[in-house]
């Protein structure tokens, strides 16, 4: 299946506060990326921090950590000392078809989860 | 820069007037996209291509047309545009090996609006 479910449609936090934004995937395959993205009132997609399933290391990008668990198929992002400029939608993302498949076809998306920082 | 541009980046149009929205990358990536966003659906794939002459459909193709005659260039073209077309679409390219494999970057997106 290609789903990739993000169960938090909208979440708040208080500026310099940590939140952390859950996403769960589907996948039969033990090698994989995932990936979060981040699209301000701009509408620009950028991406947010990348994740190689065959590192047991979480990704960390400044600010910005995932906590990845393989067993569970759980990709959640915590965002530390949380600034007003974090205000965003976040997509969960990870290729598809598996990289057994070639991959790298496309992104298969969560339907997002809006993040507003409150000061 | 890297980048990947798109225009025009907003676009008013009436039913069936046809239209092209082109979307160029300078990083030499074979993998190129096009995705429509809408509320609560997310990101959906219209096509893609994986080199040049050699394209194919992505989840909700309906209605669109593609084109890869260069590597750079993928535009998306709407024969006959409909009111169900409007949307927020985004262009996206990536590579497919490497350290940075799989990560596809996105164009600033185009707003269309069919009316």
């Known amino acids: 299946a290609q789903t990739v479910t993000q169960s938090q449609p909208e979440m708040s936090v208080q500026e310099a506060e940590t939140v952390t934004l859950s996403c769960t995937y589907d996948?039969?395959?033990?090698?994989?990326?995932l990936f979060w993205y981040k699209q301000p009132p701009s509408r620009q997609m950028i991406l947010v921090i990348r994740q190689e399933a065959y590192k047991q290391q979480n990704a960390t990008e400044n600010r910005f950590s995932v906590n990845f668990q393989k067993a569970a198929k759980s990709f959640s992002l915590k965002i530390s000392d949380s600034q007003l400029g974090d205000a965003a939608m976040y997509f969960c993302a990870r290729p598809f078809p598996p990289l057994t498949q070639g991959g790298s076809e496309k992104l298969v998306f969560g339907k997002g989860t809006k993040l507003t920082v409150n000061p | 820069e890297a980048q990947v541009t798109q225009n025009p980046r907003y676009l008013i149009t009436v039913t069936g007037k046809k239209l092209t929205v082109t979307c160029s990358q300078n990083m030499n990536h074979e993998y190129m996209s096009w995705y429509r966003q809408d509320p609560g659906l997310g990101l959906r794939q219209i096509y893609y291509?994986?080199?040049?002459?050699?394209?194919d459909k992505g989840d909700v193709p309906e209605g669109y047309k593609v084109s890869r005659k260069e590597k750079r260039n993928f535009p998306l073209i709407l024969e006959s545009p409909s009111p169900n077309q409007t949307s927020l679409y985004f262009c996206?390219?990536?590579?497919?090996?490497?350290?940075?494999?799989?990560?596809?970057?996105f164009g600033p997106g185009t707003r269309l609006t069919v009316t």
């Open positions: 291509s994986m080199n040049v002459e050699v394209t």
């Open positions: 996948t039969s395959e033990s090698d994989y990326y």
């Open positions: 996206a390219s990536s590579h497919p090996s490497g350290s940075l494999a799989y990560e596809q970057y």
